[in-house]
T-cell receptor, first 112, second 116 residues
Framework: RKEVEQDPGPFNVPEGATVAFNCTYSNSASQSFFWYRQDCRKEPKLLMSVYSSGNEDGRFTAQLNRASQYISLLIRDSKLSDSATYLCVVGALTSGTYKYIFGTGTRLKVLA | GAVVSQHPSWVICKSGTSVKIECRSLDFQATTMFWYRQFPKQSLMLMATSNEGSKATYEQGVEKDKFLINHASLTLSTLTVTSAHPEDSSFYIC????????????FGEGSWLTVV
């Protein structure tokens, strides 16, 4: 089982739609959680951190479910500019070293 | 603006030569930096964790003698690809971790390496 798993997609949605991604992680001791956005041939950029209480930033809402070991990202009112790959990142102390493990990413295409 | 700067953005080198990539944290001190490699249409793969003032921790399968990492200061880590071969051609990205309770990682712009 992969440490961090995501549905690779692509998710093709019309403008204005609401879309949700999930990401599961295997290490129950994981401590930090993030969603990053990566555009083609660019570096990942932090979209939002994910806190236990859940957090919202404009059209984006992130949730953490520790019991089921998954995090989610909800995008409302999708824009064309939201088209990108969304990476789930999980941080955990592993063998004395704090590591960040990436999911393979979920590709989103917002269609006009 | 960028909080982590990576240089060079693009590099083409001949097979057998060595290439050095720099990663700098601009607005904060980073005791820990990470080096990743990403092949086309694949996810980022962690190569090594770079700790200031100590040896890097390499992931399984990554040759430490081929990918030399130096983290001599709190704002600079370097990755040297030694005796590069065409199969080393890839997108190399560094990231740096901020400190504090809610630490976050920021990425450099990445370096495209092409070995010919």
């Amino acid at each position: 089982r992969k440490e961090v798993e995501q549905d690779p997609g692509p998710f093709n949605v019309p403008e204005g739609a609401t879309v949700a991604f999930n990401c599961t992680y295997s290490n129950s001791a994981s401590q930090s959680f993030f969603w990053y956005r990566q555009d083609c041939r660019k570096e990942p950029k932090l979209l939002m951190s994910v806190y236990s209480s859940g957090n919202e930033d404009g059209r984006f809402t992130a949730q953490l479910n520790r019991a089921s070991q998954y995090i989610s990202l909800l995008i409302r009112d999708s824009k064309l500019s939201d088209s990108a790959t969304y990476l789930c990142v999980v941080g955990a102390l592993t063998s004395g070293t704090y590591k960040y493990i990436f999911g393979t990413g979920t590709r989103l295409k917002v269609l006009a | 603006g960028a909080v982590v700067s990576q240089h060079p953005s693009w590099v083409i080198c001949k097979s057998g030569t060595s290439v050095k990539i720099e990663c700098r944290s601009l607005d904060f001190q980073a005791t820990t930096m990470f080096w990743y490699r990403q092949f086309p249409k694949q996810s980022l793969m962690l190569m090594a964790t770079s700790n200031e003032g100590s040896k890097a921790t390499y992931e399984q399968g990554v040759e430490k003698d081929k990918f030399l990492i130096n983290h001599a200061s709190l704002t600079l880590s370097t990755l040297t690809v030694t005796s590069a071969h065409p199969e080393d051609s890839s997108f190399y990205i560094c990231s740096a971790r901020t400190q504090g309770l809610r630490n976050t990682i920021y990425f450099g712009e990445g370096s495209w390496l092409t070995v010919v």
